[in-house]
């Protein structure tokens, strides 16, 4: 797979804009910015189980296809509209669905089938590509709406946490930093930095970014290595960042740079490969996603009305309950949307059925609808971008003939 | 291009040292590999069965709770310390491993554990699984690096830490004694999944959906008990047989030997030696590999029906592997040994660290450079790209790491000029040397040798 060299070419790609505007940015003026409206792109990595999260408790074949995961009343789950509850581990978000800013849509995946390998899964969900993009995985399909869009500044896509997002990576350069990181660098330092980074493409590109940001995220520390006392202050910060609640601090630092001049804001929750004992194997994946559209909605304050959250996931999980009170690797599945700027209190989608002839190869969810087609709607309605490019250059080769509206 | 002593300590080993000799030939390497494992007995990292005894006492505790719950405090209090202990020894043994790597002359040795041990990445789940897996790597994947891939294979497989991080564990199959019993039991895939996809076969290799089935099935019966460790329960097999890949296995008794027929099969398998070929290669040499090198180390796997000695040599015998410019950027366990071993950091300083310095020198800023240690994301374990590690907030976890805590180990730190030749020899760039030569920080100046993409790079 060609993913070394894909990402190579993008950060060359990210050395030249910033060396041709200097690598100490000011920050953006918001004349400049695109849009007023705020995207946030969580990625579910480890398949999270859409029929246990967004309960069909009104179809009676699910009964059978789990004997012991509970559902609807029996797992107090409340209801959402008289045919699908949803999990007790989101109920603190019920009052959104109240409100009109929660939806989910239903029995959906990407165009991935049949290895249900979480990686594949992961990269072509990234990369918005159909299953003929296995194995040319360049960049995502975030970086590739950026790119259609003007006045696209370098914190306009912001991707958030301590690994590499795809869906975010490609010529469109966009910052990258986790909540936990700081860089406290004497000025000569910063200087010699540069200077050794120089001849290197990957290194330059990464410090000239890590040292703007850190300028614009924590100017109180610029210089501070100076002081005799870094050591302590190294100390301080490395037990705060092995502190519990690094998604809190996540959906935190994106409420912060969404409410400045970011527009655009990805980061995972991971957690949701849940083989065995799904009752408790779910509880985590669900705290910390319920906590962060929480957070998201309490620090964003006004700006809550202007955004769309959308969770999504590798694949779903089979309809089946496995031997161990578990679901394995299936295709069908769920998506989350949140934010002011959805189109609530609905589950979108038509609905395959779970009887034995309507499973995908007699086991998973039957999809009917493709995760690009939700994304695509979604962006439409925020910034507007004509159908043309979302079915050519973000999602290449998706018909967009009956996208929905999932937007206000 | 061929052998070079600089390269052989930096691609393939744990790095150069202020004190001990880079290797002097191939032969020396693989020799020195195929000897007793010295680093193993200096540096000591406890067995599984040392982490079980912990679990059984909390057991008993519980046990003792339960019967007369007037004790519940005082046993809460005594199973919290020895969860306490169980903690803390984790990160003791992430210093002895660290020091392997730090003190050796047989650093190839170390990095083929660890590339092993992330290709047959285990998670521990829950209670003290958490901090068992350097006594997995211990037990199953170290005294197995150097024999045949099979024996690797199945020492990883039939682990209690894999059985029950891939859920083995409770797995029966649907016509089995125990299904009958309770019929709510039955299948987990998980397991067989990932040994054909991550690792044997590869996610491109000739398997179905149906295959990974059949092999669950096949896999019905390994299991994890208290007392008797790894265990084959027949009641919990499928009767079978089960049909993987194309060839029948099992079905007149159910026993363990079908599974191992199975695993010794798949060892040898084309896809398996392509896939473990272009890994070793992309893990060692290059990102974006050489096509005729892997397909010169997939031949000798194949050829020597999975012998690992007769792959490494393989691949550290081909003139790609050395000529390769160093492109790659180290993980950041790699990244941290290597700089203590150029640094020189005193064996006994080191060796006495106390685990909470372990804690706030090593475990916090290996997370912050993406490296959560012993907590991948997914069982495929850490990524390789240069670029999914030098990312921004990567690298900047990186430079300051590497200004800060060389001068807590090595408090008379050395002139940077004099580090920088020691730690990269002929690699060192002027860039570097005039920069070492600017600095007026003795720290700074440190950190910036270790921060250099010379050094960042093997």
Known sequence: MSVSRRKFLQRVGILGCSAAASPLLTPMSFAALPSDNRLVVIILRGAMDGLDVVQPYGDTALKGLRPTLKFGEAAEAADLDGFFSLHKGLSKLMPLWAKGELAFAHAVSTPYRDKRSHFDGQDLLEAGLGMDGLGRVRDGWLNRMLNAMAGVGPHTGFAIGREEMLVLTGGVPVSNWSPDTHLNLSEQSRRLLEQIYHEDPLFNASVSEAIELAEVLDPQMVGAADDDDDVAMMKQQMMASMRGGAHKRVAEFAANRLREDTRVAAFSINGWDTHNNQHQALKGGLSRLQDTILILENQLGEVWGKTAVVAMTEFGRTARENGTRGTDHGTGGAMVLAGGAIAGGKVYGQWPGLGEADLYQGRDLHPLMDVRDVSAGVMQGLFGLDQSVLEGAVFPGLDMTGTMKFTR | ?458
């Open chain 2, 1 to 458: 291009m061929a052998f070079n002593p600089e390269t052989a300590a930096i691609r393939f080993g744990t790095g150069l040292s202020a004190n001990l000799p880079a290797p002097t030939s191939v032969d020396q390497m693989l020799n020195r590999l195929k000897g007793p494992d010295k680093m193993a007995d200096r540096f000591v990292v406890g067995s599984f069965d040392q982490v079980e005894a912990v679990m059984e006492k909390v057991r008993k505790l519980n046990k003792i709770r339960r019967a007369d719950p007037s004790k519940g405090v005082e046993i809460q209090q005594q199973i919290k310390k020895l969860r306490a202990q169980a903690r803390r020894q984790q990160v003791e043994w992430l210093r002895a491993q660290m020091a392997r790597s730090i003190y050796t002359e047989d650093g190839l040795r170390e990095r083929l554990v660890r590339f092993w041990a992330d290709h047959f990445t285990v998670k521990g789940k829950k209670s003290m699984w958490r901090y068992a897996v350097s006594t997995y790597v211990e037990d199953a994947i170290r005294p197995n690096i150097s024999g045949n891939f099979a024996e690797l294979l199945k020492a990883a497989t039939y682990h209690p830490m894999m059985l029950m991080f891939l859920d083995q564990v409770n797995s029966v199959g649907p016509k089995s004694v125990i299904a009958a019993r309770t019929p709510k039991r039955g299948i987990n895939e998980n397991l067989a999944r990932e040994v054909l996809e991550l690792h044997t076969l590869g996610v491109d290799g000739a398997y179905t959906q149906n295959d990974v089935y059949e092999l669950a099935k096949l896999f019905s019966g390994l299991t994890y008990r208290r007392k008797t460790g790894f265990t084959y329960d027949a009641r919990m097999s499928e009767p079978g047989p089960e049909t993987v890949l194309g060839k029948s296995y099992g079905g007149y008794i159910q026993d363990l030997f079908h599974v191992t027929d199975f695993l010794n099969d798949l060892a040898v398998h084309p896809d398996t030696a392509r896939h473990l070929a272009r890994k070793l290669v992309v893990h060692f040499v290059s990102d974006d590999p050489d096509e005729a090198l892997v397909a010169h180390v997939a031949a000798a796997y194949r050829d020597s029906g999975g012998d690992l000695m007769t792959t490494y040599r393989a691949m550290l015998t081909h003139d790609a592997a050395w000529a390769m410019p160093a492109t790659k950027a180290k993980q950041p366990i790699d990244f941290v040994t290597s700089s203590l071993r150029a640094l020189g950091v005193k064996e006994q300083k080191f060796t006495d660290l106390k685990w909470k310095s372990i804690r706030t020198h090593v475990v916090a800023p290996m997370g912050l450079m993406g490296q959560m240690w012993e907590n991948p994301t997914g069982p495929d374990g850490w990524a390789e790209a240069a670029e999914h590690w030098i990312t921004p907030q990567g690298l900047a976890a990186r430079i300051q790491w590497a200004m800060t805590v060389p001068k807590l180990l090595r408090p008379k730190l050395p002139e940077p000029a004099a580090l920088a030749k020691t730690a990269l020899g002929d690699r060192l760039s002027l860039a570097l040397l005039q920069a070492c030569d600017a600095s007026d920080d003795k720290a700074d100046g440190v950190g910036l040798v270790f921060a250099a993409p010379e050094f960042q790079r093997n």
